[in-house]
């Protein structure tokens, strides 16, 4: 099966250049999600926590119209600017409010800030 390219109008595309996503045989690949808003476009205010769960809901939105859901999540990348969570506190509360019956492997990277005001980013590879 070819892979191929996903979108949904029910959740914010990075950009022209970026997919939502990647559909490939039975498994779904998450591109960097951030917290913004459908109806802007926009980030939303309220800082790291508001953008944390915005990313979250924005990847679940993805995930479920694609025929997937938070449960089928096996490896999931979130990536935070440096400092913005340092004992990682806001993220893991944030994380198990959607991770209810599996905990997917993971990855957490700290990185310099992104563009923009963008203080957090996911990714993750799914099961459909």
């Not at 917290?35 to 915005?54: C, F, H, M, P």
């Given at each position: ?7 949904t ?24 999600t ?11 205010e ?10 979250f ?23 935070m600017v440096?400092?913005s969570?340092?004992?990682?506190s806001?993220t ?17 990277p ?17 099961v459909?």
């Amino acid at each position: 099966m070819e892979p191929q390219v996903f979108h949904t109008p029910n959740a914010p595309r990075p950009n022209a250049f970026v997919p939502q996503a990647v559909i490939a045989g039975e498994f779904i690949f998450v591109s960097g999600t951030v917290g913004a808003d459908l109806s802007t476009g926009k980030l939303i205010e309220g800082g790291y926590e508001a953008q944390v769960t915005r990313a979250f809901e924005n990847l679940k939105t993805i995930l479920e119209d694609a025929g997937s859901s938070m449960d089928k999540v096996v490896k999931i990348t979130t990536f935070m600017v440096a400092g913005s969570d340092p004992d990682f506190s806001i993220t893991n509360r944030v994380y198990a409010s959607f991770f209810k019956k599996i905990t997917p492997a993971r990855s957490a990277p700290q990185v310099m800030p992104f563009p923009g005001g963008i203080l957090f980013s996911v990714e993750c590879i799914a099961v459909i």
